[in-house]
């Protein structure tokens, strides 16, 4: 079964859903979860600064509250939180499941088409590509 599984997670509506699915997985297999959720951050071309919409405080507060949630549900969970280069978070993900040798990776959906997902290059479509461990997408 699952026994290693990477969870990301955003600020969007579907993250509780995705928490759960992860939560059940790792109940049944008596898995580990790790928590990655990416600062996406772009670079100005003028000046060379780096922008965030959030602080590293809020990141890692938030990371800090769902692992606390994974482990009063008895699951071993760990939190991550890193920055990313705006359009390459998929390829951060995928360098996770693949560190931590997952089993599993675990995200939510937008519900955009195929076709729009596509031509928008969501995060969820470019990991179901980079990867090759299976990949859990909840809506």
Same mark, same amino acid.
């Given at each position: 079964? =699952?026994?290693?599984?990477?969870? @990301?997670?955003?600020?969007?509506?579907?993250?509780?859903?995705?928490?759960?699915? @992860?939560?059940?997985?790792?109940?049944?297999?008596? +898995?580990?979860?790790?928590?990655?959720?990416?600062?996406?951050?772009?670079?100005?071309?003028? /000046?060379?600064?780096?922008?965030? /919409?959030?602080?590293?405080?809020?990141?890692?507060?938030?990371?800090?509250?769902?692992?606390?949630?994974?482990?009063?549900? +008895?699951?071993?969970?760990?939190?991550?939180?890193?920055?990313?280069?705006?359009? =390459?978070? @998929?390829?951060?993900?995928?360098?996770?499941? #693949?560190?931590?040798?997952?089993?599993?990776?675990?995200?939510?959906?937008?519900?955009?088409?195929?076709?729009?997902?596509?031509?928008?290059?969501?995060? /969820?479509? #470019?990991?179901?590509?980079?990867?090759?461990?299976?990949?859990?997408?909840?809506?």
């Amino acid at each position: 079964m =699952y026994e290693k599984i990477v969870v @990301a997670v955003d600020h969007s509506d579907s993250t509780p859903r995705v928490l759960d699915a @992860a939560r059940s997985l790792a109940s049944l297999s008596h +898995g580990e979860v790790w928590v990655i959720h990416l600062r996406e951050r772009e670079m100005l071309a003028r /000046t060379g600064m780096v922008t965030s /919409t959030e602080t590293a405080q809020q990141a890692g507060a938030d990371v800090t509250d769902v692992v606390n949630a994974l482990t009063q549900a +008895g699951i071993k969970a760990h939190g991550v939180v890193r920055d990313a280069t705006f359009g =390459y978070a @998929a390829a951060e993900i995928v360098t996770e499941a #693949k560190n931590r040798e997952a089993d599993v990776i675990v995200m939510g959906s937008r519900g955009r088409s195929d076709l729009a997902g596509l031509v928008l290059g969501s995060t /969820t479509h #470019k990991v179901i590509h980079l990867t090759d461990r299976p990949v859990l997408i909840v809506r």
